[in-house]
């Protein structure tokens, strides 16, 4: 409400078009009242003027962003987000792409507002990880961009010194992709020069203020501006502006955009190289033949310069001092005069940034570049420098104005002159409105045969003498007649007296105003040349970077095809811009500067007067007024609003333009909003469409609910259908299976009726025959006859009597079963019975010792399942037929129990050495093999204990008591091959002598006990040792390891 009360307010319109009286005043009074408001966007129909505050406003919060997001153009106050938000909206929606242009002079704002449109776009378009990503690359452009191609000049501390276009390209869901950068024309001259209250561009004194010291000390720089001849050895700081705190922001930035480390640092350095080749000093000296020559005055700067870009001193020293000249086949080396010196090293300085600055905008421009392939919609940013008019102009004012021209007749095209040309195309009734068409200037500058700049070219070109003289004058001749030329001579020749106009310049009548340029340095700064020697210099540099911008250094490549003029490439690229734009939908943001100062809130009616005249506002509201704000051929119009009448929706036999009466008649619009062209409607008001667009939007709701309502009631009636389906196929089977059972039930039952009923039948009708208990008699005869047959049966079909087989026959009868498993166990017990009775005694012991191996071992030792084949031989010496073992023989007399060969380990070594073990029932015998005589004889009263281990080898620890005689030298290790036999069999026998069990331990790790005292055995397992013989390795005097396998 209070924004159309704002559009309305009869003293401050919110749009122009509303005006009234128009006139200059009025319309000066409004734009002033408005600003004073704070209110500095207007409208003209849908351009939007902006006003620079100077200050800032709070008017850019994201409570603002929601505000303008969606709106109704016209229902809200005038805003610059409003103009972004119908751009993204007619791009988004009607698949249409947008180009901003933004124009206005220098300090007018056009940076600003460029960034407030991204930003607005960036805000209201989706979210996501990767288009986050994408948004925040793009709008991270603008700070490095800025920092290298802006700079502080008398009109505006930020001036862009370049002119740039962004192409943001989005899909069809209206997300950002990415965009592409166009530059055009970096005033490179401020480089080596600039107006006293002027600044380099930013990024020399961001890198001195805001670089640590260690970065500083590696590019060779110091922190102070005063020492940099380019930077004018004067002090730079600006108010308000933190140049550290701005190079760690475009720092960051590159960060952002994906520059790696090691590029920032290339780009840096080259930076560097620039600032410091302003210190290189010539001075004179003369040769031998008498010429003046010049030389490096001081070795410091380009050694360390040298340094920086990996060249030999010499080379640069000589491309800086001399120049290669090619007269015929002959190439001679010249030396050059010291101001020549001081030409070559300000061009190679210009050329090295210039060139620079294009590698960071293709840098930039390969990271935010949308892969090939993808479908995409386009929205173009252009912010290029505004008009400039200085008291002395030079080529640069002339090729920014030119451009500037171009804007200005795109602008015209686009909205005055096509618009009324389509009016009497289409045959509408229209009172033609007067504008200035500046074509005749464009044609002026451009015409490629007889324009400006093609007499500049062939100037530029031209043999023999070349001078700024021979161009003027001809540029007098060619135009001596023409309306928006002047020069001293034209003036002349008309008698005119104007004593502003110098000889050596030419005035041409912009559509901004006059502006007078002087021709001294055109030919130079056309022609852009570079001595070979400094390119073939940078060449031969090892730094990668500097290198890769000076291509033609490459000797291999030298072509002696001048390259095109400056005045030539900007226009052609002014030229693919304009096609560009021009095949886009045009949005304005026309930007006035309100007053020279940069003072907040100041306007100086004058100043802005001058604006409003040549931006053209008063021919562009009166167009505007007379004209019709929207036309659209009538069969997209009618796809997209038929939806609006019965009689149209959802579909038009008729054609398309009947349609659009048809819908617009029912409509009940007042007829002098509309318009009917031969192809296209036109509708007056901006307010009719934006009723149109809502409606269509009310509708498109309704349409859309319909949509849904159909798509749930079909998804409701087929999931109702299906379950409806499945519901009766589930009570088919369960009503089938429910009378299935009954019907099973009910014949058991019958048929136990049945039986119940004919057993009664039968016995009432034979009862006469039988006594009473004949069927107990009966029942219990049959039964012994089973049970006899069973245990006849039985008798006959025994199991084999084998005590392994444990086969039984199944009982044929239920009721037998307990007997059967009770006769089964007798049967099984009868037969181990009858085994052990036909045992002989030794077989008996056998089995004994292998029982009592079984409880000893079973699933503690692996090597117990091994020595289950084994049988227990008990001697394995062979002490009876041996006559060499007699002796040994005498000592076992009859009480022998086992004799083996064992290993005993030595307790020091740990090395193992066999021995004969016998083993009585009384004594533990160990003997020597050779000698067959007993060394050890230990009573079995004197063991203690027995230790072995887990695995699957044969060592064993006899634990012998402290007070026995026989271990006098400590506890016995031995290793045996029939372990299990042995230990068991000492089991049994210390059993039978002492009435005692034998301790057995089998375990990892347990402590004996020798002469020099108690050792630590540890059982470690170990690749080493064999697969059944273990190794025992001492591990100093109280450890003892035994590897086994
Ligand atoms: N909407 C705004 N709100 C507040 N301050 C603004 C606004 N627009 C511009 N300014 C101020 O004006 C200064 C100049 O604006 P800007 O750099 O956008 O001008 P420009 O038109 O791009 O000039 P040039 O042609 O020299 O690049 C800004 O640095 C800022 O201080
Ligand atoms: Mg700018």
């Known amino acids: ?261 090691a590029e920032v640092t290339a780009l840096l350095e080259v930076t560097a190289v620039v600032l410091k080749l302003g210190n290189v000093q010539l001075s004179s000296s003369y040769q031998a033949s008498g010429m003046e020559a010049c030389s490096i005055a001081e070795p410091q700067e380009l050694q360390e310069i040298c ?67 993808q479908q995409r919609k386009v929205m173009g940013v252009l912010d290029i420098y505004g008009f400039e008019i200085f008291q002395d102009n030079g080529f640069e004012q002339f090729i920014i104005n030119y451009c500037n021209e171009k804007l200005q007749q795109i602008f015209i095209l686009m909205t005055l002159k096509e618009e009324q040309e389509e009016y009497v195309r289409e045959g509408i009734q229209w009172t033609p409105v007067e504008f200035f068409d500046n074509s005749i200037i464009c044609n002026l500058i451009e015409n490629s045969k007889g324009g400006i700049l093609a007499m500049l070219d062939e100037e530029c070109l031209r043999p023999g003498v070349v001078n700024e003289d021979t161009f003027l004058t001809k540029l007098n001749q060619l135009f001596a007649a023409h309306k928006h030329y002047e020069s001293k001579e034209t003036q002349n020749a008309r008698r005119v007296m104007d004593a502003s106009l110098l000889p050596q310049c030419f005035r041409i009548h912009h559509y901004a105003g006059k502006v007078t340029y002087n021709v001294t340095g055109f030919i130079e ?24 911008l000076f291509p033609e250094g490459d000797p291999q490549k030298v072509s002696l095809k001048l390259p095109p003029t400056a005045g030539f490439q900007f226009k052609a690229s002014v030229a693919t811009l304009m096609k560009n734009l021009y095949s886009k939908n045009p949005n304005y943001i026309r930007c006035i500067k309100p007053n020279e100062t940069k003072t907040a809130m100041l306007f100086t009616p004058e100043l802005v007067l001058g604006q409003i005249r040549y931006l053209g506002l008063m021919e562009n509201v009166r167009v505007r007024r007379a004209g019709y704000a929207f036309r659209q051929l009538y069969g997209p119009f009618l796809e997209r609003y038929k939806m609006l009448s019965p009689r149209t929706w959802p579909r038009w036999a008729g054609s398309d333009r009947e349609g659009v009466e048809v819908l617009l008649a029912e409509l009940a619009f007042p007829p002098e909003e509309l318009a009917f062209g031969y192809t296209k409607i036109f509708i007056r008001s901006p307010r009719t469409l934006f009723d149109l667009e809502r409606r269509r939007q009310e509708r498109v709701a309704q349409l859309a609910t319909l949509i849904q309502k159909m798509f749930r009631g079909w998804r409701c009636r087929t999931q109702y259908q299906l379950m ?65 047959k069973f245990l006849v049966g039985l008798g006959r079909n025994l199991p084999p009597l084998l005590v392994t087989d444990r086969t039984w026959p199944p009982a044929p009868y239920k009721f037998l079963a307990d007997a059967n498993q009770e006769l089964r166990s007798i049967f099984y017990r009868w037969k181990c019975k009858k085994y052990r009775e036909q045992l002989t005694p030794q077989r008996r012991a056998l089995l004994q010792a292998k029982l009592c191996a079984s409880e000893l071992f079973k699933d503690k030792k692996t090597l117990y399942s091994k020595s289950l084949q084994q049988p227990f031989q008990g001697e394995y010496l062979g002490l009876t037929q041996n006559p060499k073992y007699q002796k ?155 590897l086994v396998h």
């Open 525 to 548: 700064k056309n022609n852009d040349l570079l001595f070979r020697d400094l390119s073939q210099a940078m060449w031969a540099a090892r730094h990668e970077l500097l290198r890769s």
């Open 307 to 373: 340094e920086l870009i990996g060249l030999d001193p010499g080379t640069l020293e000589q491309a800086l001092c001399s120049r290669t000249v090619k007269a015929r086949d002959e190439t001679v080396l010249t030396t050059l005069s010291v101001p020549q010196g001081y030409y070559g090293r300000d061009a190679l300085a210009k050329n090295i940034y210039s060139r620079l600055f294009d590698w960071l905008v293709n840098r930039i421009n390969t990271s935010i570049q949308v892969k090939p392939g």
């Open 1 to 261: 409400m209070e924004a159309t009360t704002s559009l309305l307010d009869a003293t401050a319109v919110g749009d122009l078009v509303l005006l009234d009286p128009l006139t200059e005043e009025s319309l000066l009074h409004t734009l002033q009242e408005r600003f004073r408001r704070s209110d500095i966007y207007t409208y003209i129909g849908n351009v939007v003027i902006s006003v620079n505050p100077y200050q800032s406003l709070p008017i850019y919060t994201p409570e603002k962003v929601q505000e303008y997001r969606n709106c109704n153009f016209f229902a809200v106050n005038p805003h610059i987000y409003a103009i972004a938000d119908d751009a993204y909206r007619s791009l988004r929606d009607r698949d249409r792409d947008q180009c901003i242009l933004i124009t206005g002079e220098s300090g007018a704002g056009k940076t600003e507002a460029s960034k407030l449109v991204m930003s607005y776009v960036a805000a209201v378009c989706s979210k996501g990880e990767e288009v986050d990503k994408v948004k925040e690359q793009l709008l991270q452009s603008n700070p490095v961009l800025e920092a290298f191609g802006n700079a502080k000049t008398v009109r505006n501390d930020n001036s862009s010194r370049f002119g740039k276009y962004m192409d943001v390209e989005f899909d069809f869901k209206g997300e950002p992709l990415g965009g592409v950068i166009s530059n055009y024309l970096l005033e490179k001259s401020r480089i080596v020069r600039h107006v006293k209250g002027e600044r380099n561009f930013h990024i020399f004194y961001q890198l001195l203020a805001g670089g640590s010291a260690q970065l500083l000390q590696q590019l060779k720089l110091r922190q102070d501006c005063r020492h940099y001849g380019y930077l004018n050895r004067e002090s730079s700081g600006l108010p308000g502006v933190d140049d550290a705190a701005n190079f760690r922001t475009m720092q960051d930035a590159m960060r952002v955009i994906g520059f790696s480390p």
């Open 724 to 788: 409806r389906k499945s519901q009766i196929i589930i009570s088919a089977w369960f009503r089938g299976h429910v009378q299935k059972n009954k019907y099973k039930q009910m014949k058991r039952s019958a048929l136990i009726i049945q039986a119940y009923t004919r057993g009664w039948k039968v016995r009432r009708a034979y009862r006469r025959y039988f006594r009473s208990e004949a069927s107990a008699r009966l029942a219990n005869f049959i039964y012994r006859r089973l049970v006899q």
């Open 888 to 1042: 040994l023989h005498a000592v076992a007399k009859d009480k022998l129990v086992m004799a083996d060969t064992v290993r005993k380990v030595n307790r020091a070594s740990g090395k193992a050495v066999p021995r004969l073990l016998l083993l009585t029932t009384e004594h533990l015998v160990l003997a020597d093999p050779k000698a067959a005589q007993p060394k050890t004889v230990l009573s079995l009263g004197d063991i203690r204990s027995v230790s072995v281990t887990r695995f699957s080898d044969g060592f064993l620890a006899l634990h012998l008591k402290e007070t026995s005689t026989g271990g006098a030298k400590g506890d016995f290790l031995l290793i045996s091959d029939h372990l299990i036999e042995l230990v068991t069999r000492l089991h049994q026998t210390f059993m039978d002598t002492t009435a005692q069990a034998l301790p057995l331990h089998i375990a990892d790790q347990f402590s004996t006990r020798f002469q020099k005292g108690d050792v630590a055995v540890t059982v470690v397992e170990s690749a080493k040792a064999g697969s059944d013989v273990p190794v025992c390795k001492k591990r100093g005097s109280h450890k003892m390891e035994v």
